[in-house]
Nanobody, 115 residues
Framework: QVQLVESGGGSAQAGGSLVVSCRAPRNWRDVRVMGWYRQAPGKERELVALVYANGSVRYADSVKGRFTISRDFIMNTVDLQMNSLEPEDTAAYYC?????????WGQGTLVTVCS
């Protein structure tokens, strides 16, 4: 069973910052996409940010200008820096990684933003 190791998250006040990180096995060399999704209570899972093998990134409109995704191609880690947090950012955040043959998900890490 492949495991993606997530860390970070927690609680913050509105306007504050948090970071969530995800690590894939270092021996993976066919990673095409690394990213983050989130799921708030009672809502469907939604895309937050993705970073592709060529370095291009994609953000949900709701987080543009506030969140930054970054990837370490050698260590196979992906971080999501979250600034100017809003109560609407409260959710479970899931790491997602796509290789040439499979898709993998992390177990989720909670982010709570208090107003």
């Amino acid at each position: 069973q492949v495991q993606l190791v997530e860390s970070g998250g927690g609680s913050a006040q509105a306007g504050g910052s948090l970071v969530v990180s995800c690590r894939a096995p270092r021996n993976w060399r066919d990673v095409r996409v690394m990213g983050w999704y989130r799921q708030a209570p009672g809502k469907e899972r939604e895309l937050v940010a993705l970073v592709y093998a060529n370095g291009s990134v994609r953000y949900a409109d709701s987080v543009k200008g506030r969140f930054t995704i970054s990837r370490d191609f050698i260590m196979n880690t992906v971080d999501l820096q979250m600034n100017s947090l809003e109560p609407e950012d409260t959710a479970a955040y899931y790491c997602e990684i796509e290789t040439s043959s499979s898709e993998f998900w992390g177990q989720g890490t909670l982010v709570t933003v208090c107003s």
